[in-house]
């Protein structure tokens, strides 16, 4: 993607989605919104893609949330009143839905959208120098697109907290409460980025994107609904060529070669 806000670069099995706003702290607006939207619609496509990973230029800042100076071109803050569609909360539903492993690389402060972005993808791995927040209500806001993917990560009453005081997460603290996966020093980030990237690109392709499917579609299920909807979708799994491929490879003892169908 050239010079834009937004760099997509294909590293090994991962795609590797960068905001490069490092002079704003890679805060988000509609141009990173669409161009991150853009570069994961493009990784859906590309067979050689196998996870895609989320992360902000620099050392400082994944994503410090929402531009929120005076005029910001593009910010979250600024819109139509008559639109009820908002730039933000297509990014996260983008990121949720994607048919690939998508990993947050947390490599500096994440606050508001960031917060959001974090929660939207399957895993994350942040640097120990890092901060998680929702300052939103410091400057008489509140997180309303954000609400939502918070939700399905962090239990009410620590959810809660965070959106009317204001307060960030360490590091610590945001494993604590299975915000992200794993915490890391900044040295030794993107060896755990790598080693997941390894571990799943190792995996069947196809049983990934319909257990992905699956995983995200129950989730608003009653108890009933999801056991019905996972016994119809078994034996569709089960009918895959990378099944069939990974049955015969535990048969015979050898390493599976998948075809992603």
Same mark, same amino acid.
């Given at each position: ?59 400082? &800042?994944?994503? @410090? ?12 803050? +600024? ?47 942040? @640097? ?24 399905? +990560? ?19 603290? &945001? ?38 499917? @699956? ?22 799994? &089960? ?23």
């Amino acid at each position: 993607m050239g010079e834009s806000v937004v760099q997509s670069q294909m590293r090994g099995d991962e795609v590797r989605i960068t905001i490069r706003r490092p002079e704003n702290r890679n805060a988000l607006n509609r141009e990173v919104a669409d161009g991150i939207m853009a570069a994961i619609y493009a990784a859906e496509k590309d067979s050689d893609c196998r996870v895609i990973v989320l992360t902000g230029e620099g050392d400082r &800042a994944f994503c @410090a949330g929402g531009d929120i100076k005076a005029g910001a071109d593009g910010g979250p803050f +600024v819109q139509d009143p008559a639109d009820p569609d908002h730039f933000a909360g297509r990014l996260f539903e983008t990121i949720q839905a994607c048919r690939k492993p998508t990993i947050a690389r947390v490599n500096g402060v994440a606050m508001g959208a960031g917060a959001g972005i974090i929660c939207a993808c399957d895993l994350a791995v942040m @640097a120990d120098h890092a901060r998680i927040g929702t300052p939103e209500v410091k400057v008489g806001l509140f997180p309303m697109t954000i609400v939502p993917p918070m939700m399905r +990560v962090l239990p009410r009453r620590r959810l809660m907290e965070m959106f009317i005081t204001g307060v960030p997460l360490t590091a610590e603290e &945001a494993l604590q409460f299975n915000l992200v996966n794993y915490v890391t020093d900044a040295a030794g980030l993107d060896d755990k980025v790598a080693e997941l990237v390894a571990q799943i690109a190792a995996q069947s392709p196809s049983a990934i994107r319909l257990g992905k499917y @699956a995983c995200h579609a129950m989730e608003d299920m009653t108890y009933p609904q999801q056991m019905r909807f996972a016994e119809t979708l078994l034996p569709r799994v &089960a009918q895959t060529e990378d099944a069939r491929e990974g049955f015969d490879a535990f048969i015979a003892k050898r390493k599976p070669e998948w075809t992603g169908r």
